[in-house]
């Protein structure tokens, strides 16, 4: 039997687990693309994903691709990190992600600085609310591609 914790990497990060409604999302990341359910009918934005529509309460839905552009939105230095594998990359940063598109739908991730870079691969003085930011893939141990975001370089 694995020492590894149930959904974790095998350095001790945390896998995501999805359900049967957010399958699609994590197939789209593994292809390298960000995609948010829409609705088929009232064609509304919805993350994160369900099987019902809040807006017209339809059934029916499909993946819309996103241009993988936003904005921090918000942003956490965590202190202390509670699991050990988090508090040997302190300090690192988790960021909420307003979509340039789809400015109420908003992704949880890491900034990094570059896209196979570790979560604390950016320095803390670099974070500020409102910076763009670009969606990257990072592909992690035990086969799961997860979003994360590089700060987008303007001119």
């Known amino acids: 039997m694995s020492s590894m914790m149930r959904g974790t990497t095998d350095n001790g990060l945390l896998l995501p687990e999805p ?35 809040p807006r017209c309460q339809s059934f029916d839905s499909d993946w819309r691709r996103m241009s993988g552009r936003g904005r921090i939105w918000s942003y956490v230095l965590p202190h202390p990190p509670l699991l050990p594998a988090y508090a040997a990359r302190a300090p690192y940063n988790v960021v909420v992600v307003e979509l340039a598109e789809a400015p109420r739908i908003r992704l949880i991730g890491n900034l ?13 003085e670099q974070l500020y609310i409102g910076a763009p930011v670009r969606v990257t893939f990072a592909r992690l141990p035990g086969g799961f591609t997860v979003p994360r975001w590089l700060l987008e370089v303007t001119p």
């Open 112 to 124: 990094v600085a570059a896209p196979e870079a570790d979560i604390n691969s950016v320095d803390p």
């Open 19 to 53: 359900d049967e409604d957010g399958a699609p999302f994590w197939e789209f990341a593994a292809r390298g693309e960000l995609r948010v359910q829409a609705c088929g009918l009232c064609r509304e934005l919805r993350f994160p994903p369900r099987p019902c529509c």
